[in-house]
């Protein structure tokens, strides 16, 4: 498993446990839970974002070493 899908799947875990946090933290007024919840959101969303930049230098790399075999 490449560092980009670890990064892919924690990033994934994080958004939906926060978006379990965001909705208890809704229904039962704490306003605390909710700010943890909003915050796990935008770490997992980080987390895919940073997986979709190391792809993208992956391929960038691996576009250039294909390019000077040539």
């Known amino acids: 498993m490449t ?11 994080d958004e939906t446990k926060g978006k379990a946090k965001s909705a208890v933290g809704d229904l039962t007024g704490d306003d ?3 700010a943890e919840g909003d915050t796990d959101q935008i770490t997992g969303k980080i987390k895919k ?3 979709d930049v190391k792809d993208m230098a992956n391929d960038f ?3 250039l070493t294909d390019d000077e075999k040539k």
Not at 3 to 13: A, L, P
């Open 3 to 13: 560092d980009s899908t670890k990064d892919r799947i924690s990033g994934t875990v």
């Open 32 to 34: 605390q839970t909710k």
């Open 49 to 51: 974002g940073v997986a």
């Open 61 to 63: 790399v691996k576009k």
